[in-house]
């Protein structure tokens, strides 16, 4: 079945650090990917997707590529910033493999900026 | 006003007892959904639904329940409760190409 692993946290980093979050995923269709945030006490949002490979989905500074050869999907941000800590989600979504619907998600990476 | 709703937003129950988890939404989208979230687990999926007349089984449907009473309203139930449940649960929708979920606040829930 279709699973999705990233980094485990939690990840401390100074503010206005470079911040790589890795994310890979197994799938038997040609799913879309997907990067959720949760902020404390609130449900997820989407950051950013990408529906196909070699797409690069962009939001807020954060950054991530599609990579079809290394079934990756890694986040990325030049400089983070105190406002940017939360739990973010990398996902999934496979119908075309004939899978349930709803997304698959990874477990999560706690990410802290310290001031 | 926010589009996913959820109520209650925290609740704590006993073993055995029935509890029902509602979820609202405004944004006039046909596909609903149940998540629960358990520490360092992820999000999994319980149940969805394409429209009223369409639930489904998720991952781990077993111990849960649900009605889907208009294209608005999508609820959970847990026939009886066990502590094993306890966990922050969301609902989401979709929309129709599936291009973004949209997630409701969560119920924290508590079974003791």
């Known amino acids: 079945g279709d699973s999705v692993t990233q980094m485990e946290g939690p990840v401390t980093l100074s503010e206005e650090a470079f911040l790589t979050i890795n994310c890979t995923y197994t799938a038997t269709g040609y799913p879309s990917l997907f990067w959720y945030v949760q902020y404390p006490g609130e449900g997820l949002q989407l950051l950013l997707k990408a529906t196909k490979a070699d797409d690069k989905g962009s939001n807020k500074g954060f950054e991530a590529t599609y990579r079809k050869e290394t079934t990756s999907f890694h986040l990325e941000k030049g400089s983070v910033q105190v406002s940017d800590s939360a739990v973010y989600f990398c996902?999934?979504?496979?119908?075309?493999?004939?899978?349930?619907?709803?997304?698959?998600f990874g477990k999560g990476t706690h990410l802290i900026i310290q001031p | 006003d926010a589009d996913v709703t959820q109520t209650p937003r925290n609740r704590i129950t006993k073993t055995g007892k029935r509890i029902m988890l509602e979820c609202s939404q405004t944004k006039g989208h046909d596909r609903m959904y149940w998540y629960r979230q358990d520490p360092g687990l992820g999000l999994r999926l319980i149940y969805y639904s394409f429209d009223v007349k369409d639930i489904n089984k998720g991952e781990i449907s077993d111990g849960y329940s649900v009605s889907r009473q208009a294209q608005a309203k999508f609820s959970l139930s847990l026939e009886s409760a066990i502590p094993n449940q306890t966990a922050l649960y969301f609902c989401?929708?979709?929309?129709?190409?599936?291009?973004?979920?949209?997630f409701g606040p969560g119920t924290r829930l508590t079974v003791l």
């Open positions: 996902a999934l979504s496979d119908r075309s493999g004939g899978g349930a619907d709803g997304l698959t």
């Open positions: 989401a929708t979709s929309d129709p190409g599936f291009n973004e979920q949209f």
